[in-house]
């Protein structure tokens, strides 16, 4: 399988299941499109009367192109066989469950009242509590005991806002780090917060512990204000900008995301990201909203061309400014094309409900943090362990072939089948498909390898 497409002058051919990316001229771009369509000769004439007013173009040009697509395709390179990359349900199913990352919900309550926020306001649809320092050990404790012989795990703490836990966040962190010598193990820590609580204490607790810090900016701040605001209705970018422009000048040790959102109020999500950029943040990351389809900042279909359109400037203008020496990341532009995930994560995705798991204050258990506080979803807890086994096996069963509807998408092992929680808002099966996500996916993977192909040509 194969995609093509033409952007910022540049015309790519993606190789589905080898991953190989071609960029080519338009005569070798038109040779591939119709190379399984059309029989050699009738091919070479078409093309021959299409460029015909061309000095360099010739029929023994073209079928020497034709000859280095045959080479390609020899190798692997092109239309490669599917076969070698599907892994077969009992391969899936055979793999032990090895717990390695964990959300950690050390608070269910928030300082900022926003309206998006799909965690309702940090009660995740109950009531506000906060994790005990006990209750936390337990859950550090019960990743250890399930993690197998992965020596690397992940914790994120998570909320609502986990700063109003603060206190406990520093506890759990020093206990993690007195086991780890005696259990193999290597905790790396992250920490996802709204910045209305960060002082010097934070900074300096994050730059010696946390290996990633998310702050949570939707940028302009007419933008921001609108949403992220407080219990009185008051806009909080004046708050926290000046706390996250100190936390990322000081920061020494790991790496920071400024994380955003955006709605049907600001398609021009661009405007966002480079506001943030202007304000010196370099390491940007800005979602699409996942709301009812009746809320007022729901995305809607008259959106996506808009969107479309700004993630290719979003491309070119990180083109732009890495020319100029002043260069940003954004999260989803980030693309290893040598060193990229191995097979399995790329058909399996995040783990969710197998490999990766949230827990409550409570220490119930759930496959993300999205599905917390939805019963039907509810896995155990860390006192018993996992006791629906039956719905960890449907998460377990849930990977990019089993959508049936990504057998023949391009980009499937790029999204190994998207996110199960958007699948299950939009769908109302972990297995199905959110289809306007899927389509600004796409989009986003197109941008990206764009910006491989334009940094190998260009720079």
């Known amino acids: 399988m194969i995609h093509q497409y033409k952007m910022n002058g540049y015309n790519i051919v993606i190789d589905t299941y080898s991953g190989s990316i071609h960029s080519v001229d338009e005569i070798a771009y038109d040779l591939i499109a119709d190379y399984h369509k059309k029989d050699e000769q009738a091919l070479l004439s078409?093309?021959?009367e299409k460029y015909g007013g061309r000095d360099d173009v010739t029929e023994d040009e073209l079928k020497q192109c034709r000859s280095d697509i045959e080479e390609l395709i020899k190798e692997g390179k092109l239309f490669s066989d599917s076969r070698d990359a599907h892994v077969t349900e009992e391969?899936?199913?055979s793999r032990p469950v090895v717990i390695k990352a964990m959300c950690l919900h050390v608070a269910h309550t928030c300082n900022l009242n926003c309206d998006y926020c799909f965690a309702s306001q940090g009660r995740y649809h109950g009531e506000r509590a906060v994790m005990s320092y006990e209750t936390g050990k337990r859950a550090l404790d019960f990743l250890v005991e399930n993690s197998g012989n992965r020596r690397n795990l992940e914790v994120d703490f998570f909320g609502g806002e986990p700063l109003m836990n603060f206190e406990v966040v520093k506890r759990?962190?020093?206990?993690?780090r007195s086991m780890e010598k005696r259990n193999g193990k290597n905790f790396r820590f992250t920490l996802t917060t709204n910045g209305v609580l960060i002082d010097d204490d934070v900074i300096d607790f994050c730059n010696r512990e946390m290996s990633n810090v998310v702050l949570s900016l939707d940028g302009r701040k007419e933008i921001h204000d609108k949403h992220r605001v407080d219990y009185q209705g008051r806009g909080s970018y004046d708050t926290v900008v000046p706390k996250f422009r100190e936390f990322v000048r000081r920061r020494t040790n790991g790496t920071y995301y400024m994380r955003g959102t955006y709605t049907h109020e600001n398609p021009d999500f661009t405007n966002d990201i480079f506001h943030m950029a202007d304000l010196g943040f370099t390491e940007l990351s800005m979602e699409p909203v996942v709301t009812s389809p009746g809320d007022a900042s729901a995305l809607t279909e008259e959106?996506?061309?808009?969107?479309f359109e700004q993630y290719e400037l979003l491309a070119k203008e990180m083109l732009r400014r890495e020319k100029e020496g002043r260069p940003f990341e954004f999260y989803h532009y980030m693309l290893d094309l040598s060193k990229g995930p191995c097979l399995y994560k790329r058909i399996t995705g995040c783990g969710s409900g197998t490999e990766y798991i949230a827990v409550t204050p409570s220490g119930e258990i759930?496959?993300?943090?999205?599905f917390v506080g939805d019963k039907k979803y509810l896995l155990g807890d860390i006192f018993n362990g996992i006791?629906?086994?039956d719905l960890r096996n449907q998460f377990r069963r849930c990977n990019v072939f089993s959508h049936?509807?990504?057998l023949d998408c391009w980009a499937n092992l790029y999204?190994?089948?998207g996110c199960a929680a958007n699948a299950y808002h939009a769908t109302g099966d972990i297995n199905g498909v959110y289809e306007y996500g899927c389509r600004l996916f796409k989009k986003r993977i197109e941008c990206a390898i764009m910006l491989q192909v334009a940094k190998q040509e260009e720079f």
Do not use: M
């Open 46 to 48: 078409e093309l021959l």
């Open 91 to 93: 391969i899936l199913q």
């Open 172 to 176: 759990l962190v020093a206990y993690a």
């Open 303 to 307: 959106d996506l061309p808009v969107l």
């Open 366 to 370: 759930y496959p993300c943090h999205q």
């Open 387 to 389: 006791t629906n086994t």
């Open 404 to 406: 049936k509807e990504c």
């Open 415 to 417: 999204c190994s089948g």
